[in-house]
């Protein structure tokens, strides 16, 4: 396994929280989908992000409690857009190093 950077979590964080307004511990289960993860991990950058204005929070009720939930602003968009953009450059240019030319053509293709 790979190790996910600082940038990468971000950027994920970002696109989870940019389809649907959600609380820590799911998006910890929904990022150990791609990358080994700790919710003591998770919840520094969940705070960087809030703290950067990329995310605001919102308590809401569950089972006689709040639980804080998390939705992307304006500026964790932009935010966003940008990883993507960097994000598909990276793969690229690590795919050229990576994969045989082959196995480029084949994986576009399909």
């Not at 308590?59 to 939930?69: C, V």
């Amino acid at each position: 396994m790979f190790p996910i950077s600082a940038a990468l979590l971000d950027a994920m964080v970002l696109a989870l929280v940019s389809r649907e307004e959600t609380y820590g511990y799911k998006i910890t289960q929904d990022i150990q989908t791609a990358a080994h993860v700790s919710e003591s991990t998770l919840y520094p950058v969940l705070r960087r992000l809030q703290k950067n204005g990329a995310l605001e929070t919102f308590d809401r009720a569950y089972l006689g409690r709040n639980r804080r939930y998390y939705r992307i602003t304006e500026e964790g968009r932009s935010m966003l857009m940008q990883y993507r953009i960097d994000w598909a450059l990276h793969k690229t240019q690590v795919d050229s190093v990576l994969l045989d030319a082959a196995s480029i053509e084949r994986r576009e293709d399909q």
